[in-house]
């Protein structure tokens, strides 16, 4: 029986059977029309008389696609890849299928494979590009897209997606804002995007979110009410239009716009603590308690963001409740303990509380961490003029490693390896990493 290699290993038919049965349950519940059922079952009779018939599969699998059973279309895409080693489409169908069931290393694997045996298949090149955008490798993604553009400069979906992976690449850095040409780019990108898109609320809402970091809050604003009109079930757009509102020093409008989100979405601590943040500053008599109140909300549903718990505190020490405040900012010092602020307001609440040793304590720890922050806005400052500046790279990696910002450290460490292939600290520093969940600022 001759070999296959399909998801980076060499496999026989009755392996590659396994994979197809265990990367989706057989279909069940499919509702087709009379006509539907006719056209799989004369497609099949074909493809069943006629074996090696590759146009006969390749019209079996575009009528499987249409009704969406995709453990028989592995089992075509495994014949094809048979009876068509020197073709990519069937690896890529495979890489595809892999990709939808979200068995992401395997689709890796896949389309890895496609872009070496066909290094001219631009879908071969996106479909590792979209794979890589799915496991939140988003440095490695935008790479590997460019290379699908090259190779396919007229596709507007592969820019759509290269404007995606910049946006989120630079979303993984505590100091976004600096990254003014990628985002730039990834603007322009999305804009050419937009009208061929049947995706609109979401690149829309991209848009807005680069607008948003641009501080361009006028095109914020228009980009996020069009993506709110698209997507009315998405509740982070109501936030970061409200956001763009707010930038534009329309706190009513943002307001207003956060008040009628939590009708829709009771349940979203970041709508609360956006509400409480406009009551702090409303400067009306009940402003502070009224912003108490909505940051308790927030902190009930999400009690593990440090930034919620500050906020919270710090309404509870301008209400002189400093129990309240002495306990939300140990809590905020706990969760973000790369942060200086929770111990300067610690050592305040201790010095009135008459604790004058705590206070000196929290006063030490916070001038400690201020020193360190300060420094890390330098290297930030300086890398971005010297971006390939190896010694300031790893000086980036190691410290965002010590706060545990793991997906900001991975990107300086892979930029050192890629000026600097097997360089030992920063292959060091990407072990230490550990696996990596979700990308994560401070």
Not at 274 to 292: C, D, F, I, V, Y
Not at 332 to 358: C, V
Request: net charge positive.
């Amino acid at each position: 029986m001759r070999p296959l290699i399909i998801a980076g290993a060499i496999i026989t038919v009755a392996t590659a059977l396994v994979i197809r049965q265990n990367l989706t349950k057989p279909a069940t519940g499919l509702v087709l029309t009379p006509s539907q059922v006719a056209d799989i079952e004369a497609a099949t009779a074909a493809v069943k008389a006629n074996p090696n018939d590759t146009s006969a599969h390749w019209k079996l699998v575009a009528l499987l696609q249409g009704v969406g059973n995709d453990a028989a279309l592995a089992t075509e895409y495994i014949t094809l890849i048979r009876l068509e080693p020197n073709k990519p489409e069937a690896i890529i169908g495979m890489g595809e299928l892999l990709l939808k069931a979200k068995r992401y290393d395997e689709a890796r694997d896949a389309f890895t494979q496609a872009t070496t045996k066909f290094p001219t298949s631009p879908m071969a090149w996106n479909g590792l590009g979209a794979t890589l955008y799915a496991q939140k490798n988003y440095r490695q993604a935008v790479t590997t897209i460019r290379t699908a553009i090259k190779l396919a400069p007229e596709n507007t979906e592969l820019q759509g997606v290269l404007g995606s992976a910049l946006m989120e690449q630079v979303m993984q850095f505590p100091d976004r804002g600096s990254y003014k040409r990628e985002l730039a780019e990834a603007r322009l990108l999305l804009e050419k995007h937009l009208p061929a898109t049947k995706q609109r609320g979401e690149v829309l809402y991209r848009l807005g979110r680069i607008a948003n970091i641009q501080r361009d809050n006028k095109a914020a604003v228009d980009y996020l009410t069009r993506a709110q009109e698209e997507l009315p079930d998405k509740a982070a757009i109501p936030f970061a239009l409200a956001t763009a509102y707010i930038g534009q020093g329309r706190r009513e409008d943002g307001r207003r716009v956060v008040e009628a989100a939590l009708v829709n979405f009771p349940n979203e601590a970041a709508l609360y603590d956006l509400l409480g943040q406009l009551h702090q500053r409303s400067g009306k008599p009940n402003g502070m308690t009224e912003a108490r109140n909505a940051f308790s909300r927030a902190i009930a549903l999400k009690p593990d963001i440090g930034s919620y718990q500050e906020r919270y505190g710090v309404a509870c020490l301008r209400s002189n409740d400093l129990e309240a405040a002495l306990a939300a900012f140990i809590t905020a010092s706990k969760l973000s303990p790369h942060k200086a602020f929770p111990y300067q307001q610690l050592a305040l609440i201790f010095n009135r509380l008459g604790r004058t040793q705590d206070a000196r304590d929290a006063s030490k720890i916070a001038q400690d961490i201020a020193h360190d922050e300060n420094l890390l806005k330098q290297a930030q400052n300086l890398s971005m003029v010297q971006p390939k500046n190896i010694g300031l790279l790893l000086v980036l990696g190691d410290r965002y490693r010590d706060l545990g910002l793991k997906a900001p450290a991975k990107l300086q460490y892979e930029r050192i390896l890629e000026l600097k292939p097997g360089h030992p600290e920063a292959t060091k520093g990407l072990q230490l990493l550990g696996p990596i969940d979700e990308p994560q600022t401070p």
